[in-house]
């Protein structure tokens, strides 16, 4: 038991020391010339990568990042975090589009704890121009002798949802297939369907289709979605650097009140900063001179570059 506690202790030093030395590397490399395109090219290309996998917290998560990884390259310029949050805004801002109409979405089920559910829900083709029959189809399974299941689409931009009746074929094992065919006005829709019955009301989360446009007509029809997801994500990003901003300014004001303690020549100390109120305090010293707060177990945390 002492030899693996040993083991693990050693393991996590190791972790501990490679991640130091991971951020010193990145700290020299954040100061090469060619540093800052590099940094934007892994962040914005770790961003699209979340595009294509688009979930509820995807403009969060792409907020965070777009701050986090040059942050953590060792950039500390606001300057460079400006242009990397604005070229990141544009490059998303364009690429959001193409990105959503290549893709194929997969079919989507209602949840499966209830008595009846509905699987499968999906639209075919997914995409296809002006004048296309496009049919919506589900599996039904369910104990209702005659469910009722409806389909529910809307234009995105649109202003009205249309509900239609669905057609069901039974199998007579309370298994229903749903179909419902139709064609529509051009533009970018997505649809549910849901069931009501005695056992009670189920429903499909939405999912994206059809798309009854080219793809510029496309493009421009999904241009207002993309523009405001991406105002959101960057609207975060630029918080973070603010917040950033006031922290250096704040941290700048307390040295300049708290100049650095001077050194005993003869010694070989080294400047930190006080992990609770932010002042530069000496190697030696146990004890913060501003709010007395004890240094000796938080010299390294405390630790930052004059």
């Known amino acids: 038991m002492q030899q693996s506690t040993a083991h693990a202790k ?28 590099v940094i934007f090219i892994v962040a914005i290309g770790i961003d699209l990568l979340l595009l294509t996998a688009a979930t509820c917290f995807t403009i969060v998560l792409m907020g965070l990042l777009t701050f986090a990884i040059p942050y953590y390259a060792g950039i500390r310029d606001i ?33 499966l704890n209830s008595p009846s559910y509905i699987m499968g829900a999906t639209v075919t083709p997914y995409k296809g121009p002006v004048g296309t029959e496009y049919n919506f189809t589900a599996t039904v399974y ?21 509900t239609v009746s669905m057609t069901l074929k039974g199998d007579g094992n309370g298994t229903y297939s749903c179909y419902y065919a139709t064609t529509m006005p051009e533009g970018i829709y997505y649809f549910d369907m849901n069931m009501s019955g005695t056992q009670g009301n189920v429903s499909t989360p939405p999912r994206a289709g059809p798309i009854n446009a080219d793809f510029g007509a496309a493009y421009m029809a999904f241009l207002p979605v993309v523009l405001y997801e991406s105002v959101v994500m960057i609207f975060l ?34 400047i930190f900063y006080c992990s609770n109120c932010g002042i530069p305090v000496k190697e030696s010293d146990r004890f913060c001179p501003k709010c007395g707060e004890v240094l000796e177990d938080d010299a390294e945390d405390g630790s930052a570059e004059a």
Request: aromatic content about 14%; cysteine-free; glycine content about 4%.
């Open 142 to 162: 369910t104990s209702e002798t005659n469910p009722s299941v409806y389909l529910n689409y809307q234009k995105i931009g649109g202003d009205n949802m249309t």
């Open 10 to 37: 050693l393991y996590i030093l190791s972790v501990i020391l490679t991640f130091m030395g991971l951020k010193e590397s990145l700290k020299n490399f954040s100061e090469k010339k060619y540093a800052l395109p």
């Open 79 to 111: 300057k460079k975090f400006l242009a990397i949050g604005i070229a990141a805004f544009l490059v998303i801002t364009l690429a959001w589009a193409p990105i959503f109409l290549s893709q194929t979405p997969g079919a989507v089920n209602s949840p």
């Open 237 to 270: 990003y630029f918080l973070l650097v603010m917040i950033f901003w006031w922290s250096q300014k704040a941290r700048e004001a307390k040295i300049k009140k708290y100049p650095e303690p001077e050194m005993d020549a003869s010694k070989d100390e080294e």
